[in-house]
């Protein structure tokens, strides 16, 4: 494998010197391309209380191409399907170079505060949501209840 | 004649001198000064260009829109693909307000730079260089986006001061381009679109196979966003079409013969406009299921009730058993189908369905909806099989050509015949689609009857053609000639384009 590039080290240091508060992003011991990371649902969100896991990997042409995040437990959320698959506009089109780890968590984390039903990727989450908010935060308190909390 | 005449549309297609005077164009009539457009609503001009010669005409703009501003041939071909190639438009925007034209085609910031690198500075969480100012010299300094340190001299921005090394903007161009995005390269900074345009571009890519394909990208990017420039849909060919006035005509390349709507880019469709035809398209495509009982080949006679297969494509049908003719869609007597108003192609709405069951109206949706469908389609089928029939007629000709019975020319008219078939069959079968999204109305009527008179000279001269060599020259020529007026009525009525 080719050597770690000098942005990736210092990007790594960082996230473990100074976490982002509410996330942990631990990079693999045989791979320093893919993180475990771990987001705690934000206070007054559906979420609060659960404990979301992630991976995150970056590809070889890392900055140029955004990393490849998905969500492992399962939630209840209009911008993530049922394979964790993350609608996010930086981690597609409007990806620069310039972004990093971090403030790729930071939208993550952002994203559960605020989900946006109008840019769905799953579906009938989505229309709940639009329809029915109230029956839709339920469903998102009770998955997190169920997948997000320890035993 | 004066052209005036020409001009009153109605009485025009009764008086055949107008038509006459188009088709002789040896007579001494002021022919140049009738806008032929008036006389063909088909009229269209348009020339099939190479690539080279595409690329001349674009760099004609270049050169032009970059000596009347004075800016550099690549910033005017990024403000020409933003603007569609209006020159004139773009030179009097920019006389008017340069710096406002060159913020909305995101050549310029708008707001001018500060002394920043490309990662956001006022944002404590992203300054990953910060922490290497001890490992500074005067010369040195750390790249946002691969946090190496680099000497100054191998930074490079575009106008918005976003400065970073020289390898990542040849990384990032490259990743960009394998991805097939080649004009809509922007800075890598976060959230700045200002566009990198040929030459910034050029001067960093050095792989030449990623420079041939940015560069034959753009090429295809400039042609897409020219609105007198199409991309021949014809597989594999390489010609473009160009038209000063890009209209839903038809345009036919000269090197694969494949013939389509310049505006749309579909098969042509004429008196049907774009929208309305990828609408009744993509219902068709959706419907397709419920419409396929009606791909049958094969009808009892309604007389003798003896099974019948079409095997051409007129739909003016004669029972080999008893010899009774009747009409291949509707089923009635042809006699009745004659120059009389030909009730075959309308379609009769229940005039009392607002007041019927939703079940009901949902019926009659279907039912007129297959009933145009039906026509159609047949149409559609009939092309193909008089397809046959064209082949059929080339090797008779070349036959009797062999046997010295006739020469080529003597015989060319069968083939013309055959063609202007098709070409009037197609015409009416993109009527239909024009009739189911017409509202009940006049001119509606209108158009039905007009259909109606075209359905029945169609099927005459198809019947002609099929006995072509029974039939007396003189008497198919006439036919053809119906035809054709029959056609070009309706489309100078209804073609709006
Ligand atoms: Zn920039
Ligand atoms: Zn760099
Ligand atoms: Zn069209």
Known sequence: ?151 | MSSEECDSDMEYSDNDCCYADYYNTGNDCDIDQIDPSKIDPEFFIFECLSVEEVERLLNENVELLSSSLQITPSLAKVLLHTHGWAVQDLISKYRSDASLLLVQSRIKPPHPPSNSDGSSSHSSQSSLSSKDSLEEDENQKPCPVCVMLCNVEIFSSLACGHKFCKDCWTMHFEVQIIQGISTGMSCMAQQCDILAPEDFVLTLLNKPNLRDKYQQFVFHDYVKSHPQLRFCPGPNCQVLIHAKEPRAKRAVCTNCKTSFCFKCGMNYHAPTDCSTIKKWLTKCADDSETANYISAHTKDCPRCHICIEKNGGCNHMQCYSCKHEFCWMCLGDWKAHGSEYYECSRYKENPNIAHESVHAQAREALKKYLHYYERWENHSKSLKLEEQTLLTIKTRINQKVMNASGTWIDWQYLLDAAMLLAKCRYSLQYTYPYAYYMEPSSRKELFEYQQAQLEAEIENLSWKVERAETTDRGDLENQMDIAEKRRTTLLKDFLEV
């Open chain 1, 1 to 151: 494998m080719a050597s770690l590039p000098r942005r990736i080290i210092k990007e790594t240091q960082r996230l473990l010197q100074e976490p982002v508060p509410g996330i942990s992003a631990v990079p693999d011991e045989n791979n320093a391309r893919y993180f475990h990371v771990i987001v705690t649902g934000p206070e007054g969100s559906p979420f609060e209380g659960g404990l979301f896991k992630l991976e995150l990997f970056l590809p070889e042409d890392y900055p140029m191409s955004a990393p490849k995040v998905r969500f492992i437990t399962k939630i209840y959320h209009p911008n993530i399907d049922r394979l964790g698959r993350i609608c996010l506009d930086i981690l597609k089109d409007k990806w620069s170079p310039a972004l990093q780890i971090r403030t790729v968590l930071l939208s993550i984390q952002a994203l559960l505060s605020a989900p946006n039903p109008d840019d769905p990727l799953a579906n009938d989450v989505a229309e709940l949501w639009r329809v029915n908010e109230a029956e839709a935060i339920r469903n998102a308190k009770e998955w997190t209840r169920k997948y997000a909390m320890e035993d």
